[in-house]
């Protein structure tokens, strides 16, 4: 165990050189992306926590142990010869939007871009740990990666648990794919887990054993990170599914530095996507100078994917701000004030945008 | 045209939001990604002036015009069968190492990260102008991108030219693949320009049109953007080709936030690669707390590609600090003091990697 980092207070201060060096590695998707169904698998947002493992799919292998009768240890050949589905699924990182709270919890900065959505194409989870028999005594299923470093201190692989009932859920997956092609190294290259619904930390990338375990896991991954926490001293709730939200693919054409949006009066579609974990997008709303208006829905893409909507626009000279939020099927609204929280997760505070038109 | 920025002075301040912002949208490739001969599609750096357009590839045209004896108008499937080569070429963004300077200017704020290599296929440029006829009076080239915005107060489509005689280089090509698969949208999707040994700033991505002209280009990307110019009266001198530069992987285990690295103590084989705009690199150096050796250098991938290098070092414990530089054919050599200049390009200084050996 080496300690590096101390713990870092949230920040009222400018973006510090270790945000930087972050949002220079990890990437964010440029919202004009927004357009596509598919994400093109070079525009799909990264949030890589240690290095990308180097992984010889030759010598790799799965391991599935712990608490079960039939421990497993499969090929990439063997997993990708298992029946396979392709699911279109919309991921998000945990900490979108963190670098829009006040003060700023330190992290990766993220704004809004954080999020993607791809077709990927793998095996169905449940039959596997059927195949391995669970022990009687098994509460969680941990899945662990290749990619090691040190975070809080403490120096791990990556690893993140589910629970029984959600790891045998059907749409739980072991995926080898992605938009039709092998995983490229950055997404996890042989096979990850995808976890549709749930932010993306809890898929785990570059996997290499899944192990069935007596009682709820307790590494560093799952606790204290990635928890709706008051402050340091408060445990927190867990960071499960993605909350709603809309983005707006931002209108016109931008200033180059400072991203400020520029276009023409007359008639203009505003469009975007919205997605939620906890159920269907049921509304999206668009906002020009604080007056609301429904957005007309896109059909929907699958039950993990972002929708699509669209607005008519009758853009008059001046300056204006749009906004959109969404609302799901369970109930759930994007706030208005922002979710602060210790961590910086789940912000979907809603988005706006200026925009100049002439 | 719109004055949305006004010139921007460099800095000596902390990350401001707009910088957030276009690092947020631009992508670097991480360091680890070095150990590839060839950057996966996804982890290619990326530099997106405007917005990545949409553009239909059944329709698109690319006009080939100006002060030529027959214009020419090709569809993305003529282009594609005209004579075809492949070649793997190193590409870095002029600004690569903009953030490391003091003061800082203010545009995009990469630290080292923005350089890649890739496999472009797509037919050579001049057989095309000889095809369109250059009028006698012809001095440049412009070629045109499809995406507008506004930069330093103009409204534009991205563009930059190039003199007959680079334009007839046989290396120099219309690229409409990349690793053996199509562009996709973030590379210039259908087809971008690529001049081999330039900064990627030359590389026209979205190419919609050619045009000769007879004076050289005054578009804003050709002057006064990309100039190392000493301060903002200074008329300066255009950036060209790329400087010499080496990179090393940084080694061991990453801290998450502070990205600081831990290895054990023993023997460890520190690599990356090397290139120079100018020429084959000739030599590459590895610097261990000060004292510089010679590293190894491995085969050479082609005339414009990055070339890897390795050096055994034997870690011993506690804090070092390494180093690499590089010297290319012509006798260029990367400075150990950095080479400011006002629009932060070109800056080459050697790269500095802290471990901490247990």
Known sequence: MVTSTPTLEPTAGELTFEE???AARNRGMPLE???YDVSPAGLHYLLIHFDIPAVDAATWRLKVGGRVRNPLELSLEQVRSRPSQTITVTLECAGNGRARLSPRPLSQPWLVEAVSTAEWTGTKLGPLLEEAGLGPDAVEVVFTGADRGIQGGVEQDYARSLTIADAMRPEVMLVHA???EPLQPQHGFPLRLLVPGW???TSVKWLSSIEAIAEPFQGYQQTPAYHYQRDADDPGQPVTRIRVRALMVPP???DFFSRRRFLDAGPIQVGGRA???AGPVAR???AVDGHWSDAKLGPPLGDFAWRSWSFDWQ???GEHELACRATDAAGNVQPSEQPWNYQGVGNNLIQQVAVAVR
């Open 33 to 35: 992306a927004l357009r």
């Open 284 to 286: 999206v709303e668009v």
């Open 178 to 180: 992605m938009n039709g």
């Open 252 to 254: 016109g054409i931008p």
């Open 275 to 277: 997605w939620s974990g």
């Open 315 to 317: 853009a008059t000279p």
């Open 199 to 201: 932010y993306g930390m």
């Open 20 to 22: 930087l060096q972050l």
